[in-house]
């Protein structure tokens, strides 16, 4: 009887797959997993959750869903969409329109633009940016996709605040190439709990307790916080009513800012572009300024002024006509 024999290649993946699996019940698990999202994998620290937190965030995610109007959050995104569009296809007609010379922005304030906008640009076009999409989200690939490939712009994003910031203001690049550094190392475990130590160059150290939930480590003030941080959650959302005005006056305003986009995205010369930024403003602003805030309580007090000004002179009118007769009457005996 011939014997069967594993090919090495079949010994060396299941050596692989049984030292994956046994580093997810690791103490320090959940912490690597931080480090892997800090280097890009987001979606490293969803995997790191116990499945009953993962369940219940997409619950929580299917209750939003079913509080949103589709015809405001789909079409909110359909706008978004449109915007972003917008400052990637016209970007050097959108720098130069007069009114961005006159904003007071720092410097460098603009280096954001562009990951700004591909980030938003991701979102708007990913399963977010439906009803639909957002009941049935998908996290893990949410986020190892759209939220993953923008990673580097967020970063980038993250860097652009910080120089805005004062000195003191940590610097996320540093932060990450401390964190690529950092020692990671299991002090101890006693059944389900452990001390986690993390040692990064130019930090204090840190240690952290760890506690063993459904055969996943995570930190323990994350266990203590999550039920609450939960509850808010769904109270939250509970409360959340989008009432029927709320509708009207977001189709009155896509009415306006629709065409205007896509008059901004037909626009061939910056002429062009320039003139429907400058109509929709007009229209905009318009209002604004024939009947800007306080103005009503301004006239109210006009008003309430000339009021008391007539009471008084109406109070004041007897003694008038007392006055008057007085000198009359002197002037009749003269």
């Not at 929580?60 to 972003?84: H, I, N, R, W």
């Not at 049935?136 to 712009?153: C, N, R, T, W, Y």
């Not at 006056?249 to 009415?255: D, I, P, R, T, Y």
Request: proline share 7%; with cysteine; charged share 25%.
């Amino acid at each position: 009887m011939r014997s069967i024999r594993p090919s090495s290649t079949f010994i060396v993946a299941l050596a692989l797959t049984a030292a994956a699996c046994s580093k997810k019940n690791e103490p320090d698990s959940f912490v690597r997993a931080g480090l892997s999202a800090a280097n890009g994998q987001p979606q490293a620290l969803w995997a790191a959750l116990p499945p009953s937190y993962q369940t219940e965030v997409k619950t929580l995610l299917a209750s939003a869903a079913t509080k949103m109007k589709p015809e405001v959050y789909d079409e909110g995104f359909v706008l978004l969409q449109k915007a972003t569009k917008v400052l990637e296809t016209k970007k050097s007609f959108v720098l130069a329109h007069p009114a961005m010379k006159e904003l007071p922005l720092p410097p460098d304030a603009l280096s954001g633009l562009d990951p700004a906008v591909r980030t938003l640009s991701r979102l708007a076009h990913s399963d977010l940016a439906t009803v639909k999409g957002l009941g049935a989200m998908d996290v893990e690939k949410f986020l190892s996709g759209p939220v993953a490939a923008s990673f580097e712009d967020l970063m980038s994003i993250g860097e652009t605040a910080a120089s805005a910031a004062p000195k003191q203001a940590p610097k996320l690049g540093e932060l990450r190439a401390k964190l690529k550094s950092a020692k990671i190392t299991v002090l101890s475990t006693e059944g389900n709990t452990a001390k986690v130590q993390i040692e990064a160059e130019g930090e204090e150290t840190e240690t952290l307790e760890m506690v063993k939930i459904e055969e996943r480590w995570i930190p323990k003030d994350l266990a203590d916080a999550w039920p609450k941080v939960m509850a808010d959650a769904r109270a939250s959302i509970n409360e959340l009513v989008i009432p029927p005005e709320a509708v009207v006056q977001f189709n009155a305003m896509k009415g306006v800012v629709g065409p205007v986009l896509d008059a901004l995205l037909a626009a061939k010369t910056q002429d062009e572009f320039n003139a429907q930024v400058d109509a929709a403003m007009k229209g905009l602003v318009g209002p604004m300024l024939a009947q800007r805030p306080g103005d009503d309580e301004a006239n109210e007090a006009d008003e309430a002024e000339a009021d008391e000004a007539d009471e008084a002179e109406a109070e004041e009118m007897p003694a008038k006509r007392a006055r008057s007769g007085k000198s009359n009457r002197r002037k009749n005996r003269r």
